[in-house]
DNA sequence: CTGTTAGCGCTTTCAT
DNA sequence: ATGAAAGCGCTAACAG
């Protein structure tokens, strides 16, 4: 006889329950749909009289009333989604990176869902467009392009915005200033008598790799310092062959950096094989700040990105896509730091 | 003239193009939508004209026409989508976890999207329940319920599993062989000689710690062997600061099993600190598989547990619960195998 | 101040 | 073999 007896069906099965609907406030308030849906949207034209207007929410309410977000978004032709395409690494950086995206994302009344990479090989931004012309979000963030002409076609057509790399469209990038970090790092090698240095990092097709090297080049080239550019995958293994080449080089450098977390456990293990010490022959600086740097054996230096801002730069930007078409790349600088640690030292004699 | 002018608007903004409908489709080929929904659908009453037939699907192809998931999952009140919330940590093992849930969802014709906890503080799995309630999904998989009061209520009639931890119902829990793995650990260290051994893990009220422990002292108490457990925050500072205390208490163990990738530098840390030597003095044992094990200091033997068949199979139950409302516990054994590096060796003298 | 109406794009039963 | 019609749950323009 009550409600509750609805919920009990024949066959014993834990029925699951039917959600609550607009509908269904309105017969029991006893006023139409569109009011109830006007007074739990707080429609402007407040025009209801106060009492309906307490009775709607209480009952709202006391059913447990949820927005069907499909219904809402078939009508609006607009999801509140966002889908957030990373790939599937366990380079830390993405965690940070995503709960920047996160938290900007809900403060703003969107929802994003993260779609790693299946595969360890990218597949080019376009094959996520469906996502966007299936209606299942409003726009993509993107930070899986590679600089490789099957990525080229970029995604046409649908919001979207490239994170931490830059896509073949302008307009539509949100990066952080590699090149500034890549400037701390010489820098600071450079003011401890260091004239050969090398950049181990991710292959060059990866554009925050891009940037970092070429931004080595030139502070290299203007302060009369060599450089030596290793492009490895972004693997201990990567980063362990790189060093091991590295050091056949003449002249061999005695300040590293290195692009990600991953490489560098392979760059320390080469060293320590060829008793290459740290910071005593070769000064060693991350690229990728991590909270483990400080317990490895010799605690190494890194420069810390912004990425938390970056996360919430990029749904901002495809906020501004999505309401007003309007686009604009953005350069995220701040807060950006070294974090000193033991793996610098100054030039050997 | 061309279809192509539609494109064009004035003003000049790139107008967004709209996505073809069904519709759209009839249209040119001169039939009725429902005809068209039914062949795109590969509906089982192929009763249509092979020729239309034909032309339908040229012409949806021509189009590149994509169904609107929203249209379609109201009227069929399902989404195709899953969502996955998982704590926000940079520990691997939920990578390789989501790798193995996405691909058997693809294949299963479902979408998963991942909602990373944007906090420390994992919420109550029931703040997820919206998710569904407002047909954003069909489903949630469910990976950051702690043992705690308030996570207690659960997710009251919604379908979900929880994925690596138990869940305060029955017949919902997808989780691996904890205690085997602990097993493996135990058998190894106890035939080389080990009596007294220490379990390094993360706080008691996350489920998968507490089988673990529990696990450790079975088979410590059935080998008359000793036990000590640290419960510490699973970062590196929790495993260094456990291992200070360990070192303390006696009988001072000399194996020492660690239960996620961050406490296992704080635990190298702590140990490289107090003069004690991996393996001579102490053998170490990370129940966090990873790559990075193999380039450290001391090489880390390790326990490799199914994580992708654990995401697979958390998959495959979730869909049965969608879609025939069944339920039963799943346990994942395969493949779960120890890893051995340098980082064991027998009781010291 | 509130009800009516007309869809959003798709599926599905029932006619023909 | 195909069309007509109803409706999923919600919003918004327009009446009254």
Redesign the pocket.
Known sequence: MTASDEARRPGGARARR???????I?EVV?????????V??G?P?????????RRILAVARQQG????A???A????RTGAFAFVIPLLRNPIWARLQRGALQRAAERGHVVMIMEEPTEEPKPPDSYRYLVEE?RADGLLIATALRVPEHAPGVTAVPHVYVNRRGPDRGNNVVMDEPGAVRLFVGHVAALGHRAVAMVDGPADVDTVHRRVSAARRGCASRGMSLSVLHAPATEEGGYEAVRQMLRRAPRPTACGVGSLNQLFGVLAALREASVAVPGDMSVVSFDEDECLAYLEVPVSSVAMPLAELGAAAVDALIARVESDSRGDVLVREPMRMVLRDSVAPRPA
């Open positions: 039917r959600a609550s609907r607009l509908v269904d309105a006893g006023v139409h749909v569109s009011t109830v849906s006007r739990l949207n429609d034209a407040q025009s209801v009289r106060p009492e309906v207007y009333y949820r927005p069907n499909l219904a809402r078939l009508k609006r032709q209606s």
